[in-house]
């Protein structure tokens, strides 16, 4: 099934590379149809298991789509090219390719998509990379604050807030937790404010007992408000 799914993905290849070929009477090379070609192939790589294959052949893919000014499509091509990273367990490099993703979507017009890559790229971080995936979330959260979808950015603000006490970066805890409140009620949805502003700060407590920095008594007491 393997070998099978490898010679459907180098007849792609074959097909792909005929199409920018010119001549006499076909003056441009065809990128939308070797682009398609690249992504089948991409797909046969992928159902046999030959991930950096695959990868490579997503970026030929991203590369057509951009030469025939069709960026969204690359973005999701390189987006892909990213995630045969990710089933390889090179995730720094995954990532690095989901935010170039992310770049090519804001540039796009589409910075929705842009925000859930991002999302989806903290998630795929966070059990080695606190740190990574609370810039991914907070900046997954700008995006949407940007755009006026304030409930999807406050699910992501919350998510940053919770690897920060894990991080014991406390008082920005603190900022983001107090952002959270704000957010909250401008949307209208107190009682979430409430439950999420008194799980935070228990949150808060505990790690302020254990840390040797504490946060400012403050912002806490600030938290406590709600």
Known sequence: MAAQKINEAHEHIAKAEKCLKTSLTKWKPDFDSAASEYSKAAVCFKNAKQYEQAKDAYLKEAEYHTENKTLFHAAKAIEQAGMMLKEQKKMPEAIQYIEKACMMYMENGTPDTAA???????????????????????????????????????????????????????????VAVQKEKNMYKEIENYPMCFKKGARRKRDLDRCRAMSETPVLKEEIEKLALY
């Open 116 to 174: 859930m890559a991002l999302d989806r790229a903290g998630k795929l971080i966070e059990p080695i990379n606190l740190e990574k995936a609370v810039d991914l979330y907070q900046k997954a959260a700008g995006v949407f604050e940007n755009e006026d979808r304030l409930r999807q950015a406050v699910e992501l603000l919350g998510k940053a807030s919770r690897l920060l006490v894990r991080l014991k970066r406390l008082d920005e805890a603190a």
